[in-house]
């Protein structure tokens, strides 16, 4: 895996997120450098979540299986149907983004953690 320095890899997440845990382990063994940005800490940053709704789609985005989605009324969930009301709801609960989201160094953005795909060399 190229580890250039610049621009540097940013994990965005939740740092008591398991797998959030699990993959800066991964990375830190790995030894790649990255910035990691804490949703809780620092929100969700608008500009970025439009750029992941556009690479990723808002499906891959929102993440149903969490206890964050449980806890929402059944109201708002059920008017999450497409990227703008699953914007919404991103965007007030940050929680509900599948996580780690990261923007890799040579622009592609993933969501969630998968070691065998990190430490596969990207494809063209």
Not at 2 to 8: F, G, L, M, V
Request: net charge positive; proline share 6%; with cysteine.
């Amino acid at each position: 895996m190229n580890t250039k320095a610049s621009p540097t890899m940013i994990v965005y997440g939740i740092p008591n997120c398991d797998t959030v845990k699990r993959a800066r382990a991964w990375l830190a063994d790995q030894r790649i450098a990255h910035d990691f940005h804490d949703f809780k800490k620092a929100g969700v940053p608008v500009a970025r979540l439009d750029a992941w709704l556009d690479a990723v789609g808002w499906q891959k985005l929102l993440n149903r299986q969490g206890t964050s989605w449980r806890k929402l009324d059944e109201a708002t969930r059920n008017g999450v149907v497409d990227a703008a009301t699953a914007r919404a709801v991103l965007l007030a609960q940050p929680s509900t983004i599948k996580r780690p989201v990261v923007e890799w160094p040579d622009g592609r953005i993933s969501v969630g953690f998968d070691a065998a795909g990190w430490a596969a060399p990207p494809r063209s």
